[in-house]
């Protein structure tokens, strides 16, 4: 029974360490630049994204991946940088462009329902799967427009998502 109980245990433990935990980033090329981009999958990432940060890395940014295709909205909370915003649908074709400014800081005596409310939202207007965010001026730089497509390993990025 008890050497059972053992095969069994180190049976489970080697399945665990068959499966590869998911990347930190991937490369993706954008409009001919290549970008390595941090994966953001899960909502308290997501939630995250780049508050409190003062630079993106050399050709670096973030990829959001979702774990399906709806209107989504990015804000600016608590972030020290402007940021564009690259919104995709499920066949990475670009729905919506945003340059998104720093917001003013939350005051000392500002609650964070106020200081929440005051922030400004910036929509995908159509469901979108992924959202990319690029240091400020890479829309332009890069010549990006709505329904230009990104390359991307759809189906592997989408079994990512959590």
Same mark, same amino acid.
């Given at each position: 029974?008890?050497?059972?109980?053992?095969?069994?245990?180190?049976? &489970?433990?080697?399945?665990?360490?068959?499966?590869?935990?998911?990347?930190?980033?991937?490369?993706?090329?954008?409009?001919?630049?290549?970008?390595?981009?941090?994966?953001?999958?899960?909502?308290?990432? /997501?939630?995250?994204?780049?508050?409190?940060?003062?630079?993106?890395?050399?050709?670096?940014?973030? %990829?959001?991946?979702?774990?399906?295709? $709806?209107?989504?909205? &990015?804000?600016?909370?608590?972030?020290?940088?402007?940021?564009? %915003?690259?919104?995709?649908?499920? /066949?990475?074709?670009?729905?919506?462009?945003?340059?998104?400014?720093?917001?003013?800081?939350?005051?000392?005596?500002?609650?964070?329902?106020?200081? $929440?409310?005051?922030?400004?939202?910036?929509?995908?207007?159509?469901?979108?799967?992924?959202?990319? $965010?690029?240091?400020?001026?890479?829309?332009?730089?890069?010549?990006?427009?709505?329904?230009?497509?990104?390359?991307?390993?759809?189906?592997?990025?989408?079994?990512?998502? /959590?």
């Amino acid at each position: 029974m008890a050497l059972r109980l053992i095969l069994l245990c180190c049976f &489970f433990l080697g399945m665990q360490s068959c499966s590869s935990p998911p990347p930190t980033s991937v490369l993706v090329s954008i409009a001919g630049q290549q970008f390595n981009l941090e994966v953001v999958l899960d909502d308290v990432t /997501r939630a995250r994204g780049m508050m409190g940060r003062t630079s993106f890395t050399v050709d670096g940014g973030m %990829l959001f991946i979702f774990p399906n295709a $709806e209107v989504r909205s &990015f804000w600016m909370k608590n972030c020290l940088i402007d940021i564009d %915003l690259i919104f995709l649908d499920s /066949r990475g074709t670009i729905t919506a462009l945003h340059e998104m400014s720093i917001e003013a800081p939350q005051e000392n005596d500002e609650s964070d329902w106020a200081y $929440e409310q005051r922030m400004g939202h910036y929509f995908s207007y159509t469901p979108a799967r992924f959202a990319i $965010e690029l240091e400020a001026g890479s829309i332009q730089k890069l010549h990006l427009r709505v329904n230009d497509h990104i390359n991307l390993d759809l189906t592997y990025l989408k079994s990512l998502a /959590r």
